[in-house]
């Protein structure tokens, strides 16, 4: 992470990440309590998530982190018991990350409605029943929620159909949250990572890793610490009067597109000739 923080900036805070055994969240999760803040870090796998938090835990003398496995954020009643542990055993809830996602790469024919729905409901409806299982402690503290969201649907990409929606509709209930919730004290933003290095999600998409980097005005991809940096600077008191931001952390990537000359739309033309997948 970079130097610029200063230690316990978020001593006495409390973190509720879903997601936070993934590869960006868990980045996240380590800042955030390297900075001073205690953590409750959720996913559908038990044992993965159980060993992040331990992992986690080793960032900070005395930092407390728990995991809490056998969640799927579709369900916000499993949610709702997991704020009740976290509450129990950390005390309270300031910050709230929605991270938990799923993504592969489809065509449109072979997407089916079922697939569509998996993502949306992961995406969207999961980080809806977070900040809803969330609400009364962030409430309470007058708390912050981050996003996690995306770029695809800032253009058409092809065969991300399902995630471009999604995304978009996490950055419009981002952006109603923050009008509703702001008149309380609650602020909403989101994140919007590109080409992150050694993530779950580039080593799913990017079929051509060392072909990116010239299609990003950086000139290289991001790193999680760099996803780590902008989170800790939105939960910190010097985004105090940031709400209803997206902001990408891509290395300015999104203003080119992603680069799809090397297979649209001949790639494309052989998916859709298909008998579509219902
Ligand atoms: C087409 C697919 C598919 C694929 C799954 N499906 N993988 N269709 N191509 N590669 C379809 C299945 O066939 C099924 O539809 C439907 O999706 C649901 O699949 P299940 O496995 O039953 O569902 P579920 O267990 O809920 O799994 C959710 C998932 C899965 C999203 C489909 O991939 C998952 O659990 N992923 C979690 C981890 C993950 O994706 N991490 C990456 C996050 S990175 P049918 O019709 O057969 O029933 C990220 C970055 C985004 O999100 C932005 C980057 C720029």
Not at 229 to 243: G, I
Request: aromatic share 8%; glycine share 10%.
């Amino acid at each position: 992470m970079s130097q610029v923080f200063k230690d316990n900036i978020f001593s006495g805070k409390v973190v509720f990440v879903t997601g936070g055994a993934g590869t960006i969240c868990r980045k996240q999760t380590e800042t955030l309590v390297k900075l001073g803040a205690n953590a409750c870090i959720i996913g559908r796998r038990v044992e993965p998530t159980e060993e992040a938090a331990k992992e986690i835990a080793k960032v900070r003398e005395n930092a407390k982190v728990i995991g809490v496995g056998g969640i799927d954020v579709r369900q916000v009643n499993q949610l709702a018991k997991a704020v009740d542990q976290c509450v129990k055993e950390l005390g309270r809830i300031d910050f709230v990350i929605c991270g938990a996602a799923g993504n592969f790469l489809a065509d449109f024919n072979h997407l089916s409605a079922n697939a569509f729905k998996s993502v949306v409901d992961i995406d969207l409806l999961g980080s809806f029943n977070t900040v809803k299982a969330c609400f009364e402690q962030l409430r309470l503290n007058k708390g912050c929620v981050l996003f996690v969201s995306a770029t695809l649907h800032y253009q058409g990409v092809p065969f991300q159909s399902h995630v471009g929606a999604a995304k978009a509709g996490v950055d419009a209930l981002s952006n109603a949250l923050a009008v509703e919730l702001g008149p309380i004290g609650i602020r909403c933003n989101a994140i919007a990572p590109g080409a992150i290095d050694n993530t779950e999600g580039f080593n799913r998409l990017v079929t051509n890793p060392s072909n990116v980097d010239k299609y990003i005005p950086l000139q290289r991809k991001g790193s999680t610490s760099e996803i780590a940096d902008v989170t800790a600077f939105l939960f910190s008191d010097a985004a105090k009067y940031v709400t209803g931001t997206v902001i990408p952390v891509d290395g300015g990537m999104w203003h080119l597109g992603f680069p799809m000359r090397d297979f649209y739309p001949e790639k494309l033309a052989s998916q859709l000739r298909d008998k579509p997948k219902l």
